[in-house]
């Protein structure tokens, strides 16, 4: 009996042994699993859609915009891979589109009909869901840089004009004079615009206050989406809207939910387009509801807005969109878009084109 009670003793040590090592070997994996997983982050950009052709494009010029494109993001992605905030991340890069004279945004803007710039941008955090506006300032360096401080130090949502222009004196925001934003591209571009304007007018009087030419007049919007380590979405757009625009007009650029949304539970979109039409279909927000409460995927999504939704209604452009986990949407319905997009391994991808990834 003795020998049987010692023999189940060992027995049941070695066992304890073994689920023991069994143990402490299980927890060494899954703390080298723990240790090993890298958090998902990704930054994706666009610097306008619209009739963007190959044909029409030398050599240089789609050069120059896919540096900058590069720049811009790269800004971005250095402030996410450093555990940085997506915010941070989207107002940076968008400044660096801003800077540029290649979009239409701060220094790149186009001309009103009146032949000056009236700049509009808007931010949204997708962890809290505030957000801030800016639209029709004349004097804004960098508009995201205002719509930003709308949305951290006001309580308001969108300022316009000269009241948003006030407030930008009080946050110490840099103004500049309005002849910073002339550039003879975009300024040759109004005046074709309106001698075109004005042969067709010559022959039909009742078409005064129509545009013929709104479709061709409205790419270059910049805007970015992004994701960070703390799985927080973050999303910008500024513009300097249509050119020959009249009567202060505003299209989707600093509209929420239109023009830029974000919201940590789905996505965070940035719209480029006929603003009207984005305006009328809610884009920005339409893409993260379908995610929301569909469970549709953020490509599924986009592509159903931006082509059935926008495109049937008559409406052109296109988005730029990051999820929860990463995944990117770039969709259009126009010719091209000027679009980038870095991924958590840095993998860089830039297009401009239609079917170019």
């Known amino acids: 009996m003795i020998r049987k009670f010692f023999a189940v003793l060992t027995f049941s040590a070695l066992i304890s042994c073994g689920n023991n090592a069994d143990s402490t070997q299980n927890q060494t994996s899954e703390a080298t699993k723990t240790n090993t997983e890298q958090p998902t982050f990704g930054i994706v950009i666009h610097g306008g859609a619209g009739t963007i052709l190959k044909k029409n494009m030398t050599d240089s010029l789609e050069t120059a915009y896919k540096e900058i494109l590069e720049k811009a993001i790269r800004v971005g992605h250095k402030i996410l891979e450093d555990g940085g905030d997506a915010m941070d991340a989207v107002t940076a890069t968008i400044n660096v589109m801003e800077d540029s004279p290649l979009f239409n945004a701060g220094k790149g803007a186009v001309f009103t009909h009146e032949e000056t710039n009236e700049l509009d941008a808007s931010v949204m955090d997708g962890k809290t869901l505030n957000a801030g506006a800016v639209a029709g300032v004349t004097r804004i360096k960098n508009p995201i840089d205002l719509a930003r401080e709308v949305m951290d130090n006001s309580d308001h949502v969108m300022l316009a004009g000269k009241g948003a222009e006030i407030f930008a004196e009080t946050r ?3 103004l500049v004079d309005p002849e910073y934003f002339f550039t003879e591209r ?89 603003g009207e039409y984005f305006i009328r279909a809610m884009v920005a927000h339409d893409i993260s509801a379908l995610m929301e409460y569909k469970g549709m995927s953020v490509q599924d999504a986009a592509r159903t807005v931006i082509h059935d939704k926008v495109g049937g209604l ?15 949407a770039m969709e259009f319905n126009t010719a091209g878009m000027y679009r980038a997009h870095m991924n958590a391994n840095g993998d860089l991808v830039i297009g401009i084109y239609e079917n170019q990834q």
């Open 186 to 274: 975009r300024y040759n571009s109004l005046l074709r615009i309106k001698e075109q304007q004005k042969t067709q007018l010559d022959h039909d009087e009742k078409t005064a206050f129509v545009d013929p030419f709104i479709k061709d007049s409205k790419f270059g919007t910049v805007g970015c989406a992004a994701l960070d380590k703390n799985g927080n979405l973050a999303a910008g757009t500024s513009t300097g809207g249509m050119t020959n625009k009249r009567w202060n007009r505003i299209g989707d650029a600093p509209i929420i939910g239109a023009g830029t949304y974000a919201n940590n539970a789905s996505c965070a979109v940035s719209s480029t387009g006929w």
């Open 172 to 174: 110490g925001i840099a």
């Open 314 to 328: 008559g409406g052109d452009g296109g988005i730029v969109a990051i999820d929860k986990d990463g995944n990117v």
